[in-house]
């Protein structure tokens, strides 16, 4: 049962464009949403998160949006940079449970 | 820098062994995690333990166990190992039972052959 789904495996994005990363979940007692980052050989990093009492959350060039009726958010980075290229992982949490994580998306960005 | 630890980095073993991981926490975290993350899936949580005592169990085997150490280090041992079991094995810390934030080690690479 994939609770939080993020259905692109990859994702490629031309250097200064904006990058949108999907991620769908099925439980609405969800409280909370994380978005981390990872690199090659490195464990995810935290990034962005965003309460389920929010509809936006921004931090620098990252924005995650949450549409709760659609059980849907999605994380802009704008604009992007190489250094963006990663797997993205999306989390959710609810009280008292453990972190559910997404299958991750890989962000490629082109010069 | 996470400030989390995890060693070895790799570790290649043969099927039927045992195997230990060990994590250290950042400093001033009370909360270690233990996920386990198969080829091109996403992270699967195996158990969490807070102050020294489990705190909570997902997704794992029998086989599988760990505990948390005064000093606050995490082991998780696997033992009879099967070819399944090569993963990258995550560990995190928080500093609240909770986990909305958790901050990860660099995992170790596990291989069984």
């Known amino acids: 049962d994939q609770q939080v789904k993020q259905n692109s495996p990859s994702l490629s994005v031309q250097e200064g464009r904006i990058s949108i990363l999907n991620c769908d979940y099925t439980?609405?007692?969800?409280?909370?949403f994380l978005w981390y980052k990872k690199y090659p050989a490195e464990g995810p990093t935290f990034l962005i998160s965003?309460?389920?009492i929010k509809d936006k959350n921004e931090d620098g060039r990252f924005t995650v949006f949450l549409n709760k009726s659609a059980k849907h958010l999605s994380l802009h980075i704008v604009p992007s940079q190489p250094g963006d290229s990663a797997v993205y992982f999306c989390?959710?949490?609810?009280?008292?449970?453990?972190?559910?994580w997404g299958a991750g998306t890989k962000l490629i960005i082109k010069p | 820098d996470s400030g989390v630890t995890q060693t070895p980095k790799h570790l290649i073993t043969a099927t039927g062994q045992r195997v230990t991981l060990r994590c250290s926490p950042r400093?001033?975290?009370?909360?270690v995690y233990w996920y386990q993350q198969s080829l091109d899936q996403g992270l699967q949580f195996l158990i969490q333990?807070?102050?020294?005592?489990?705190?909570a169990k997902g997704n794992i085997l029998e086989r599988f166990s760990a505990q948390q150490f005064p000093d606050l280090h995490s082991e998780l041992n696997l033992s009879s190992l099967e070819l399944g079991d090569s993963a990258l094995y995550f560990c995190?810390?928080?500093?609240?039972?909770?986990?909305?934030?958790?901050?990860f080690g660099p995992g170790t690479r596990l291989t069984v052959t």
């Open positions: 995190a810390s928080s500093v609240d039972p909770a986990g909305y934030e958790q901050y």
């Open positions: 400093s001033g975290d009370l909360s």
């Open positions: 333990y807070y102050n020294g005592e489990e705190r």
């Open positions: 439980n609405s007692m969800f409280d909370y």
């Open positions: 965003i309460s389920s």
């Open positions: 989390a959710a949490k609810r009280p008292n449970y453990q972190l559910i």
